[in-house]
């Protein structure tokens, strides 16, 4: 990477990989989570990464990029990490909040990667395409709110309450 342009590009493919791992692993997700409320949360942000990938696709075309050749070894460590979580997990309502945590972790990565992208666009001049991006870290914040609501406000007391 020589210049500004490359690592944008790369940060693309990046997130395209990114967005692509975690439809597989919200799936998974949304099936081991035992709250009602928190799965739906998860079935919501599944529709909503299938958009950001899509958006990520047009970027890649409006760019003249191809989307793949690139995993996201960051998303891939905490997919991992995620995995491993839900077999120590003792009982439902840690599991629960572990899961958000883990997805919260996901969530800043995002939060990091697409703020980056959008900088990088504005920068570059590319103004609708900054736009796209920040259509979706719009939209990364806005979950890890959501998240840390449903966290304070019931998932991490049940998990308070479990005997040890």
């Given amino acids: 990477m020589k210049t500004l342009e490359d690592l944008f590009k790369y940060q693309i493919k990046n997130l395209f990989s990114a967005e692509t791992q975690l439809l597989i692993a ?8 035992n709250d009602k409320k ?9 529709d909503e990464s299938k958009k950001q990938k899509s958006r990520l696709e047009v970027i890649c075309r409006e760019i003249n990029i191809s989307p793949s050749g690139k995993k996201c ?7 991992k990490e995620a995995e491993k979580f839900i077999k120590r ?3 439902n309502e840690v599991l629960d909040a572990g899961l958000i945590a883990i997805a919260q972790s996901i969530i800043h990565y995002e939060i990091s990667r697409y703020g980056t992208a959008v900088r990088y666009a504005k920068e ?3 103004k ?3 736009e ?11 979950l890890n ?3 840390n609501k449903i966290a304070e406000n019931k998932i991490n007391r049940k998990a308070l309450d479990t005997k040890k």
């Fill in 26 to 33: 919200l799936q998974e997700m949304a099936k081991t989570i």
């Fill in 38 to 46: 928190l799965t739906k949360i998860i079935e919501n942000h599944f």
């Fill in 73 to 79: 070894l960051a998303i891939n460590g905490i997919i």
């Fill in 89 to 91: 997990a003792a009982n």
């Fill in 124 to 126: 570059l001049g590319l």
């Fill in 128 to 130: 609708e395409i900054s």
């Fill in 132 to 142: 796209k991006l920040q259509e979706t870290l719009d939209e990364e914040y806005n």
């Fill in 145 to 147: 709110i959501t998240l």
